[in-house]
Nanobody, 115 residues
Framework: QVQVVESGGGLVQAGGSLRLSCAVSGIAFSWTTVAWYRQAPGKQRELVAD???????NYADSVKGRFTISRDNARKTVYLQMGSLKPEDTAVYYC?????????WGQGTQVTVSS
């Protein structure tokens, strides 16, 4: 009964900002590593950022300095603050929650960055 639900996607002009949310339920959130991935049409899904139970973060080189991942254990939500957006950031963004062998994906949220 694990649920991962993304929200916050939309259309934004290059240079703008968006904040994505990932709400996780049905799992011990405090012991869950959460990651954001993205996938453009015809492209392989790629890791954008992740955050572990201790708050340690990891970012793809392409988003370092522009994106920030954070977690709110009380709300069982992980956020991806995206700034200085570029057209190449356009993709469906997916949230992934992992604890031990359990690995659950959300449905994705579309982010489109115009030139």
């Amino acid at each position: 009964q694990v649920q991962v639900v993304e929200s916050g996607g939309g259309l934004v002009q290059a240079g703008g900002s968006l904040r994505l949310s990932c709400a996780v339920s049905g799992i011990a959130f405090s012991w869950t590593t959460v990651a954001w991935y993205r996938q453009a049409p015809g492209k392989q899904r790629e890791l954008v950022a992740d955050i572990n139970i201790g708050g340690s973060t990891n970012y793809a080189d392409s988003v370092k300095g522009r994106f920030t991942i954070s977690r709110d254990n009380a709300r069982k939500t992980v956020y991806l603050q995206m700034g200085s957006l570029k057209p190449e950031d356009t993709a469906v963004y997916y949230c992934n929650a992992r604890i031990e062998s359990i690995n659950v994906w959300g449905q994705g949220t579309q982010v489109t960055v115009s030139s």
